[in-house]
């Protein structure tokens, strides 16, 4: 950081000197022309280079590498544009399908060119047109439906559904990589952050909060998963209520947690926070009838009541992240 003193002319203009080491770096000279544009919390950004188009940062990964599927979900979620995946000499079959695998669960990112010893990848999205709360609410919204249905495949012995909900966590996952993409995009490229309206402090709650939603996915998915183990078995009366009545202070929970974020509504956060012995209890009576079941299905269903009381958790920690609307 370089502190420097605002000066004023005698006509009552306002300026400040450019240090010459920058000045230099990016070819200023006398009548260059730089951009000026105001941030929405006050800070002034001079910009170079606003009239140079943005060359596509590019990044080379060698294939026949255990960790290549991760390479390439990693290069994606830092924001670069082009990743090529080159060989010394002849690509491997699998790994032209792994290749192919990792850029369909990833928004955006193509196959632009391909031979014998490489694949050239490229995403397409322009970061402009995706505004983060968009892809959160998105997100959210999957993530809500997968929480819903999986209780009720559940309950209702529903393996169809059951099944519906775990194949639906794949389209969340893709929401979330490409939220953790134009998030970084938007923390680097402070024009972006004005153009979507989002200030690059609230991209940490952002990335915050996607990450619990899919958590929340994730539980969803593992409750499915014990409802397809479960298959039709019957589930006592009592046992079916505890656990709606669990699942329905969790499912409240995880939304008004998510409205009290986008509304920075401090009171409904602290309603989420104020169930947290009722899901406590709850979770104890679902134990405690548990005594009565079947030995065969008390473990899927303990380990269901597990999972919601950590959506639950996971609604909690979102409703921990909203501070007072800054005026």
Not at 123 to 137: G, H, N, R, T, V
């Amino acid at each position: 950081m370089e502190l420097r003193k605002v000066q004023r002319t005698s006509g009552g203009t306002f300026f400040v000197c450019l240090p010459k080491k920058w000045a230099e770096r990016n070819r200023l000279d006398r009548s260059s022309l730089v951009s000026l544009s105001e941030t929405a919390d006050g800070r002034l950004i001079v910009d170079a280079k606003y009239s140079e188009e943005r060359e596509p940062q590019v990044v080379v990964i060698k294939p026949n590498n255990p960790l290549l599927e991760r390479e390439i979900t990693g290069k994606y979620l830092l924001g670069y544009d082009i990743i090529r995946v080159e060989a010394k000499d002849r690509m491997s079959t699998e790994d032209r399908e792994i290749i192919k695998q990792v850029s369909s669960r990833l928004i955006g990112l193509e196959i632009i060119e391909e031979d014998y010893s490489k694949i050239v990848l490229q995403c397409l999205l322009e970061p402009s047109a995706f505004p983060p709360d968009k892809i959160l609410q998105r997100e959210q919204s999957i993530a809500s439906s997968m929480h819903r249905d999986a209780v009720t495949a559940l309950v209702e012995g529903d393996v169809h559904l059951a099944k519906n909900v775990i194949a639906r966590d794949n389209e969340a996952n893709r929401l979330y990589f490409l939220l953790v993409r134009i998030l970084r995009t938007v923390i680097q490229n402070p024009g972006l952050s004005e153009k979507l309206g989002i200030l690059p402090l609230n991209c940490l709650d952002y990335r915050l909060t996607a990450s619990l939603v899919e958590a929340i996915g994730d539980q969803s998915v593992q409750i499915a998963e014990l409802a397809v183990k479960l298959g039709n078995a019957k589930i006592a009366k009592e046992l079916t209520q505890l656990l709606l009545r669990l699942h329905r202070m969790a499912f409240e929970a995880h939304e008004n947690a998510f409205k009290a974020l986008f509304a920075r509504d401090i009171a409904l956060a602290e309603v989420v926070r104020n169930r947290r012995q009722t899901v406590i209890d709850l979770y104890a009576e679902v134990e405690s009838a548990l005594r009565k079941e079947h030995v065969e299905i008390a473990p899927q269903i303990l380990a269901a009541a597990s999972a919601i009381s950590r959506i639950y958790d996971h609604s909690q920690d979102i409703a921990d992240l909203i501070m007072p609307k800054i005026s």
